[in-house]
Each structure stands twice: as structure tokens, then as C-alpha cells.
């Protein structure tokens, strides 16, 4: 569980509400469904329009990332390569596939199985770094979709902000139903760039911060995997891959 991005959502809810209650306004001011069917609303059905269903489910599969911590570690995958790799230099590379039945990930375990099949060097990292960038691109547009709603949802709020206007301006003879109408405009536009800010904008980049992790994962294993097909020394193998533990972001 990553407790930071619970607290983070914490803090922005806790924040806001004690700021509406200090002087002693309601805290059911804040909601207006008409508002927020404007604002919510109007941003979906924008997202609807630009995005594929398939890409849309994605994204939302992506969502509960944002508050776990990825479950592949970069330091026990470089245990495991190096001692993969002290066990081909002495018993060759074939001696591997006793390894492959242990439970790994998708990546290294089609990895592992092309080093033990013999593939040329350059066709494995081709191959693997080709999965890599594939993952990678179709995780960027997923995050890409949260982005755009935090672009779409400031300006449809604006559009609600005229619309509770245009209301207001309607009963400027009935001042008890002028309220309404303002509170509309304003609530509106709080909720555009409040959804922007707090919501969709930090979930598309947490949502980055998650796949680069599993990015720097699948490379160090590549970087690994090359490593003990070219039959390189334990020291500079260890050197290589610790350049990545240095760098992982979780």
C-alpha cells in the first residue's frame, strides 16, 4: 500500500473542508450537483470522444496503482541475475533451465528462456527492449487520458461558471433564487480546476512514476541478461546493475 499517496489525498480533503469551516460556512456549500454534473460530466464525455473504449478501460486498470508500490524489486532481481550468472559461468548456459519452473515475471521469464535457447545477443535485445518501449508507449497514453482531463476539466468549468450566470441574470427580480445561480458559477469553476489539480493531474503522473519503475525493472533485467550471454566478470555486473537500484524511484 503507498501510504504517501493516501496521505496526499488526505491532506488536500482535510485542508479544504477545515478552510470552508473556519469562519464558519457550511461545508455543503462546497457540493452542487448541477455543477458538478457540468463540470464531471462534460469532462468524461470529452474523454469519451477523443479516446478508444479499449485504451479507456486501460487507464481505468491502471487507477489503483496509484496507491500501491509496484511488488517487483529491483534488488532482488539482481541477486537473482547475478547468481544466474555465477551459476552459467560455471556450468554453462544450458544449466539455466532448471531456473525457468521458478515463479518470475513475464519479462525475465521469456528472457531467460531466449538466453537458454541460444538466441544471438542482438536479437535479445532487440526483442526484449522492443517490449519494453511497446509497455511503456501504451502506459503513456493511458496516463495521457488523466492528463487531458485535467486540460478539459479548468475550461468546462468556465463553461459552467457562465452557464450558473446566464441563471443568475435570469432572476434578478427573485434575489432567493440570484443565490443559486451564483453559487452554480462559482462551484463550477472550483470544481474544474480543483479536479484538475488534486485528482486527474497527480494520477497521470503517479501512473508514470509506476511504469517507469517497471521500466527500469525490465531494463536492468535486460541489461542482466546481456551481461551473462556475453559471459561478463561478477564485478562489472554488479556494477551495472547497482546503477539501477541507485536510481529506482520507489
Known sequence: MNKLGLLGFAI???????????????????????????????????IFIQTSSKQLLHALKLLPKIFTTPKLSLREQSLKIQAWSQHSRQHGLLSLEQLTDQRLDPFTQK???????????????????????????HNERSAQIYESMGGYSPTIGIIGAVLGLIQAMSYLDQPEKLGAGIAVAFLATIYGVGFANFIYLPIANKIR??????????????????????????????????AYIDRASY
Open 12 to 46: 488536500i480533503i482535510i485542508s479544504i473542508l477545515f478552510a470552508q469551516s473556519y469562519h464558519g460556512s457550511s461545508i455543503a456549500g462546497l457540493f452542487d450537483l448541477p455543477a458538478f454534473l457540468i463540470v464531471f460530466g462534460g469532462t468524461v464525455g470529452a
Open 111 to 137: 528472457g531467460l528462456s531466449m538466453l537458454i535457447d541460444g538466441s544471438d545477443q542482438i536479437v535479445l535485445q532487440d526483442v526484449l527492449q522492443q517490449d519494453i518501449d511497446l509497455e511503456s508507449e
Open 209 to 242: 512514476l509506476h511504469y517507469q519503475y517497471i521500466a527500469l525493472y525490465k531494463e536492468m533485467t535486460l541489461i542482466g541478461l546481456l551481461s551473462i550471454a556475453y559471459g561478463d566478470n561478477s564485478l562489472l555486473l554488479k556494477r551495472r546493475l547497482h
